[in-house]
């Protein structure tokens, strides 16, 4: 038994002084007042650390130097997931963009294996695309996107262990394949989407419950036409991933949106790309050179190609940009995508029976301590 005292515990969206923590293995084991820890549990000292539940990161496409699409094993999921749990991601979906379904089969199993291997944070995957609407690509090659059909379907569903998100345009996917997917525990969500807003909400009743980067690679809310965004926004049950780095979306686009339905249904995410915890100012995409330039990753062209983002970055900046709380901005990056994802009886809060996937935060907004599973990382 080991008990993580001195710090400012986050418990049920508030900050309580003179709690405990006690984790037993990779579990949490009870949350008692500091004068109620057993005599013989091994004292961890926060130093008067914000103790909160780990970041959970939906679409990581890269980091460390290395792109999931590139190299789809073991090994370049371990990368990953050790580079970003630098700042504060205690679980991650890798993520495919666009591409052949041969390499979305490669990268399933890959992360079948790394969870039976019990690689730390990686909780499934993200495939977005092949299955998105052309006109809305944004950076995904244009060649590698396809309709969906019987065997992507199959390809979609086939991922044994771990959760699957997968990011669609339901305009061309259609209500039934929808329904099936999620009747199948895929999770489902809307992005590089050209949908209306009747096609987009027919698509909320059918089982999507997700809206992927929103405003980013979507139809836009219109005086006439709501679009996808209108729908994301018009949903209130249903989950709406931001990229909060002052490059994708206007901070002030994004205020508008946070007053449009409950908090709890944002998600923080960073939409990394190789560059993130890693050396290098620049990587090949689908045979194209991006770059990292002035906090945002572009092409030649100047297409956005993902974020120069991080999550801890993506926290603080939930905070300074876009006026949250810091009790609801680490909300966003922990118990939201939990909840997005069906884990809340595992991860996103500290509580009894909860993954001990825990972060040490000091007042400056540095990660001091990071563990995954009650192992420190």
């Known amino acids: 038994m080991r008990a993580f005292c001195d710090a400012r515990v986050l418990l049920d969206g508030r900050f309580a002084e003179g709690m405990a923590v006690l984790v037993e293995g990779a579990r949490i084991a009870a949350v008692v007042p500091r004068a109620d820890v057993p005599a013989d549990a091994e004292r961890i000292d926060i130093g008067g650390a914000m103790l909160v539940p780990g970041f959970i990161d939906t679409p990581v496409s890269g980091g460390g130097d290395v792109l999931f699409n590139d190299s789809p094993t073991v090994e370049t ?9 630098r700042f504060g991601a205690t679980g991650f979906l890798p993520t495919l963009i666009s591409d052949d379904l041969a390499v979305v089969r490669e ?14 944070g ?23 996107i396809r309709s969906i059909d019987e065997e992507g379907v199959g390809v979609l569903t086939s991922l044994r262990r771990g959760r699957t998100l997968v990011t669609l345009a339901p305009e061309l996917a259609g209500p039934d394949v929808i329904r099936r997917l999620a009747d ?3 999770v489902v969500a809307a992005g590089h989407t050209a949908g209306s807003y009747a096609e987009v909400a027919s ?25 996808a965004v209108g729908a994301a926004l018009a949903s209130e049950g249903v989950w709406c991933s931001l990229i909060v780095d ?24 960073s939409d990394a790309m190789p560059p993130t915890g890693g050396t290098g100012t620049s ?45 609801a901005a680490l909300a966003m990056a922990s118990a939201n995508p939990a909840d997005f994802l069906s884990l809340q009886g595992d991860l996103g809060r500290i509580a009894p029976g909860r993954r001990a996937s825990l972060l040490a935060i000091t007042s400056t907004w540095d990660i001091a ?5 009650g192992v420190e990382q």
Do not use: Y
Request: glycine residues 10%; neutral net charge.
């Open 122 to 144: 990686v909780l499934g995957i993200h495939i977005e695309g092949p299955f998105i609407n052309v006109a809305r690509k944004g950076i995904h090659a244009a060649d590698k």
């Open 107 to 120: 990268g399933i199993d890959a992360v079948d294996e790394a969870i039976r291997l019990g690689v730390p």
């Open 77 to 85: 999921i371990r990368r990953i997931g050790a580079a970003h749990a």
């Open 246 to 269: 002052g490059v994708h979306v206007s901070p002030v686009t994004l205020k508008l949106a946070l007053r449009c339905k409950p908090l709890d249904r944002f998600v923080l995410v």
């Open 369 to 373: 301590r990071c563990w995954i599973d």
């Open 283 to 327: 990587f090949t995409l689908n045979g194209r050179r991006i770059r990292v330039e002035a906090g945002q990753l572009i092409d030649e062209e100047g297409t956005l190609a993902g974020a120069d983002l991080d999550m801890l970055s993506a926290v603080r900046n939930a905070c300074d940009m876009l006026d949250v709380s810091p009790e």
């Open 203 to 227: 698509a909320v009743e059918a089982g999507l419950t997700g809206f992927t980067h929103l405003f980013n690679a979507m139809s836009q809310l219109g005086n006439r036409e709501p679009g």
């Open 184 to 186: 199948r525990g895929v």
